[in-house]
């Protein structure tokens, strides 16, 4: 956390002599060395034991600075309950020295530090520092509001004449506002952390209060046998940030004792929240939300882009791998693939040279047969062919559907149909097939189905084998024959 100094001149109210009258300012008059002490030789000073001198401060450092010199005798530093006895006698004289110092104290609380004169020898204040701890990454931003500010509001008799405000030209910007009137106040709108506020000090200045934010009200006292300009009349930290606002309350001691304001310091906030309603107002998004707006429109950005890089890739895979929702035409089916058939050895009857079965899916009709076949029961069935030729057209072949015989056609086929003629096939069952199966055109859903592999056809059994291979029903004896059964044995009714 970043540190802040802060120093006051022996001048400044916030520090309090007591008792009144027994410290006096030191001047060039009364001093050949004056000019030695800091900010123009001011110093104050006593030569009274018991004489205290006290300040309060928020900070985790503090400094104290005078003179030891061989007139100066013993002094003790109380701090939080804790006193030590030190030294200011010197040969030869020193000047702006640390006659006190303490670190490492706590931030947490107020501290106060009273240094007490301890014999009737001399001792002297020239100023004091302490440190403070304002911001968090790093020190703060500082602005300064003149007294013309629209961020003071004067309530009560104010001027801001030169003839009535000694010295107004050694004020910051030379300008100041002074009000004799008791209870006349000014309030002091501002956001930040911590602020100053600085006027003048001299014989004619007197009492004033200041209440911060609403809180107790803390009485100083501005009287001073010089007249001093751009002196500290108060110090607030620790505020948090944010909009806050201070009354300053002129409390004459006397007749004719004035309060001077000259200009205000204050120290904005790290959390950006220390927009003011006065001219050097700043307005728009802080520094953080911007940067959290920005950090999320990018992670926003870089997570669509992931998406649609996840979603380009996959469609490129499945367009390669030729996998579904694809834009490839697909390829023609392959033709089917005919059984070839082979006569059986030792069989009479005539057989295929090469021939196109149906599908497994379709039954076999069976070969036209006659003869007579004893089964395996012993009985014997004349088997013959059920569906005698019908009158063939002119072209040859059949007009008329039978079941066993494979349809014939004209030469001109029917389209997308391989046309049989008898004389390649012979008198056995054939049914037409696609001669290439048409191709679609468009979107395939799934992969390409291979050609079906050539496949052996089934063995050529004779009509007695076939028999043997019957399930023999009683009754139904006339379901005995090659299988299937024609349609009348398949309608006849069972009878016994």
Known sequence: MPSQNFTIDN?????????????????????????????????????????????????????VYGAKRGNHGQYTVALDGSSNTFD????????????????????????????????DAYFDIDFITWTADIGK????????????????????????????IPSLSSFNG??????????????????????????????????????????????????????QTQVMLYHGDN????????????????TGDGLVIDYAVYYASDDGSDATDGSNASSGLSTGAIVGIVVGVVGGLAVLALAVFFILRRR??????????????????????????????????????????PSYTQALPPPKLAGTITSSHGSQ?????????????????SSVYRPGVAQMYSSQGAPGLHTANPSEVGEGPFMPVPATAPSRPGKQMGA??????????????????????????????????????NYDQATQPFSR
């Open 11 to 63: 001048t400044s109210p916030l520090i309090t002599y007591k008792p009144e009258g027994q410290w006096s300012q030191g001047s060039a008059a009364q001093d050949s060395a004056a000019d030695l002490y800091s900010d123009g030789g001011t110093f104050t000073l006593t030569n009274t034991a018991g004489s205290k001198a006290s300040f309060s401060f928020n900070g985790t450092d503090v400094y």
């Open 88 to 119: 200011g006698y010197s040969k030869p004289d020193e000047f702006q020295v640390a006659l006190f110092t303490a670190g490492s104290l706590s931030t947490n609380k107020m501290h106060t530090v009273t240094i007490t004169c301890e014999d």
């Open 137 to 164: 990454d790093t020190a703060p931003s500082q602005t300064t509001i003149q007294d013309t500010s629209s961020e003071f509001s004067y309530s009560g008799a104010w001027t801001t004449n030169s003839d009535d």
């Open 174 to 227: 030379g300008t100041a506002h002074q009000t004799r009137d008791g209870d006349s106040y000014v309030t002091l709108n501002f956001s930040g952390q911590a602020v100053d506020l600085y006027g003048g000090v001299g014989p004619s200045r007197g009492p004033y209060t200041v209440q911060l934010n609403g809180g107790d009200v803390q009485t100083f006292n501005a009287t001073n046998a010089n007249v």
């Open 239 to 254: 505020l948090g940030g944010g909009k806050h606002n201070m009354i300053i309350t002129n409390q004459p001691g006397r």
């Open 316 to 357: 490129r895979k499945n367009r390669d791998e030729g996998g579904i929702w694809t834009d490839k035409p697909e390829s023609p089916i392959p033709p089917a693939q005919p059984y070839v058939y082979s006569p059986a050895p030792g069989s009479d009857h005539n057989a295929y040279a090469t021939s196109t079965y």
């Open 381 to 397: 069935s004349n088997v013959s062919n059920q569906w005698p030729d019908e009158s063939s057209n002119s072209a040859g072949g």
């Open 448 to 485: 390409a189905v291979p050609a079906a592999q050539r496949q052996a056809p089934p063995p050529q059994l004779t009509p007695e084998e076939l028999a043997h291979q019957r399930l023999m029903v009683d009754g139904r004896e006339q379901d005995f024959g090659p299988l299937p059964p």
